[in-house]
């Protein structure tokens, strides 16, 4: 799974050719997510309060970027880093 971003210890992957909805997975220690693009509902998992609230506040910074990545991903095309949350 391509890593696309990484922040504060969590890590923001996307999988080639997945499953609909579009959605990226997010990782911090043993806390895994997955994270619907389009509407940043939280679609399986967990992740800690505060490490969710950063997540959330970089997924809506780089919603555009995310879709964009999902598309070259559906074509197991190289995806494009995204910026870490600063």
Partial sequence: MPEISRFFGILIAMNYNDHPPPHFHARYG???AIIDIR???LLEGQLPPR???LV???AVLHQ???LSDWDLARQ???LQ???PLD
């Fill in 51 to 53: 490490v969710f609230g």
């Fill in 64 to 66: 555009r970027e995310l």
């Fill in 30 to 32: 043993d806390y895994k």
């Fill in 81 to 83: 880093r995204i910026a």
């Fill in 39 to 41: 509407t940043l509902r």
């Fill in 56 to 58: 959330m506040e970089w």
């Fill in 76 to 78: 197991s095309a190289p």
